[in-house]
């Protein structure tokens, strides 16, 4: 049997208390069984932010996505993920990666390193909070994500919950400029992850970011913009792209289920300004998966 589908929303700015408040109830009017926030320079505080966010909000959980690893000590990160999910009241969940925009490491003063000594890191990172919140309970789930091999096997080994963008960093770009995997690259990834999750006596659930969502009886004019920015892609391209949700209702929510059938995707996240056009997506998957 397929899991059932979960659905996340990820709060990208920071802003006064009340605004912030109000911002996480609509998460939870909408829907959402999670809601996130990142862990880049300019935007919401990480843990703060999830305390306020639980506080204002009866049912999602509440998680990282995801922090970047190249900020954490792991012993004071241990700290902030024990006391962050005291707080909560059992509800958060730990999104961790390697961290991918240099510009930020500078801002910040801190060591980018190179791709390896970047998983390396996170390596460590995960292992030392493996055994520093050990004891812990209610235990906090743990969500890891990548597309290369050495990240696909720490996600194998360690994570609760392994998660895919469906995109690549463009070398060498100091801003973390990503570009979406065609459909054959990405499937590529995530057979590659299954090899080396088979062992697994547990499956891991699998967690795809979706980049853009358009629900719109005419596709065409929805991409216009992407489309006059990449001259290199195709309509046809991007409709069929996993991370792109453009179409009827009907269409998305089949693209969806044909997703959860051929690659194991339940846990949807969507970023904070498509939450609403994915709202009616949400409503209409929850409605035929208790049906």
């Known amino acids: 049997m397929p899991r059932p589908f979960r659905f996340g929303a990820s709060l990208l700015t920071s802003a006064p208390a009340a605004e912030w408040r109000a911002r996480c109830r609509r998460v939870e009017e909408l829907g959402y069984d999670v809601l996130l926030?990142?862990?880049?320079?300019?935007?919401v505080a990480p843990f703060p932010a999830l305390v306020a966010a639980a506080e204002a909000t009866q049912r999602p959980r509440v998680g990282t996505f995801v922090l970047n690893a190249g900020f954490w000590n792991p012993t004071l990160l241990a700290r902030e993920v024990t006391t962050t999910n005291d707080l909560t009241g059992g509800r958060l969940e730990l999104g961790l990666g390697t961290g991918y925009v240099q510009a930020e490491h500078d801002t910040a003063g801190l060591p980018f390193g190179s791709p390896g000594e970047r998983v390396d890191h996170l390596r460590r990172t995960v292992e030392e909070l493996g055994r520093l919140l050990d004891s812990a309970e209610p235990r906090v789930p743990l969500l890891l994500g990548g597309n290369g091999d050495r990240m696909l096997r720490l996600t194998a080994e360690h994570a609760d919950i392994a998660a895919f963008t469906g995109a690549r960093l463009v070398p060498d770009d100091r801003d973390g400029k990503l570009v979406p995997l065609d459909t054959t690259a990405f499937g590529q990834r995530v057979g590659r992850y299954r090899e080396f999750a088979a062992g697994r006596e547990e499956p891991a659930e699998l967690n795809l970011l979706i980049q853009l969502v358009a629900v719109t009886d005419d596709p065409a004019s929805a991409l216009r913009p992407l489309l006059d920015?990449?001259?290199?892609?195709a309509?046809?391209?991007?409709?069929d792209l996993p991370t792109m949700l453009v179409g009827t209702l009907d269409h998305i929510t089949a693209k969806l289920r044909a997703l959860r059938d051929r690659y194991g995707f339940s846990y949807l996240t969507v970023l904070e300004p498509y939450m609403e056009a994915f709202a009616p997506v949400v409503e209409e998957l929850r409605r035929n998966q208790l049906a």
Do not use: A, S, T
């Open 37 to 43: 926030v990142p862990d880049h320079l300019g935007m």
């Open 229 to 233: 920015r990449r001259p290199d892609l």
């Open 235 to 239: 309509l046809e391209q991007v409709l």
